[in-house]
């Protein structure tokens, strides 16, 4: 139980500290919306084209948008000392790794509730066919990106350029879920269930959390300190 508050306790700190400021979410939401809006310009809200990529165009844009907040985990800790502190403090490695990246999946997660139904909006689709599979594949895509941010976050944190070096660090890792999740989404909001041809997305879609969540669990202590 005791752990279990040092996770809620860092998640809650950090979901106060951007809520507070809104720095990363109003920049992520933005870019969000506008290359949402953009891109309705370019396709046919009627085409066969656009059922076909549907999944691809949100995830493309979630990962894009995710990648501002997550760049905020750690470097937000960098004024006054504060990463020193939490390393030097009694919370475990894991538990610190843990309460970030539910922080970021939770901040990721907005983005995503609000672009969802502007996606509907913009390319007048109806993408609540399949509404409780799409959130679930939409959460384990996210925590995906959530879990891979959060771990090369605290690996750049004391980089001058990590604000460039984070994204060319999570985004060939993040291809196997991200690839999963656009064939998943584009299914899903086709209106179609997961079928036996398709669910062998959604494995690789669990199996990347499992592992990568317990990788980063485990290393993330070594990252930071050493």
Not at 59 to 84: H, K, Q, Y
């Amino acid at each position: 139980m005791n752990y279990l508050r040092q996770v809620a306790a860092i998640a809650g700190k950090d979901l106060r500290s951007e809520l507070r400021t809104k720095e990363a979410l109003n920049a992520s939401l933005s870019f969000a919306v506008v290359i949402l809006l953009l891109f309705s310009f370019v396709v046919d809200p009627d085409s066969e084209m656009l059922e076909q990529m549907s999944g691809g165009l949100l995830w493309m844009v979630f990962a894009f948008s995710g990648t501002l907040i997550l760049n905020r985990g750690f470097a937000r800790e960098i004024p006054n000392d504060c990463l020193d502190a939490l390393i030097a403090s009694p919370i475990p490695g894991s538990a610190l790794f843990l309460g970030k990246a539910i922080a970021n999946f939770a901040l990721i997660a907005i983005i995503e509730a609000i672009c969802f139904p502007v996606f509907g909006i913009l390319y007048n689709l109806n993408w609540t066919q399949q509404l409780p599979v799409l959130l679930g594949v939409s959460a384990l895509a996210t925590w995906s990106m959530a879990t891979l941010g959060t771990m090369f976050g605290a690996l750049t944190v004391n980089m001058q350029l990590r604000e460039l070096m984070l994204p060319m660090l999570i985004y060939p890792m993040l291809i196997p879920a991200l690839m999963a999740a656009m064939q998943l989404t584009t299914l899903l909001i086709a209106g179609q269930p997961i079928d036996a041809e398709h669910a062998i997305w959604l494995r690789v879609l669990i199996a990347f959390d499992i592992i990568f969540t317990s990788l980063a669990a485990v290393l993330v202590e070594t990252v930071l300190v050493g």
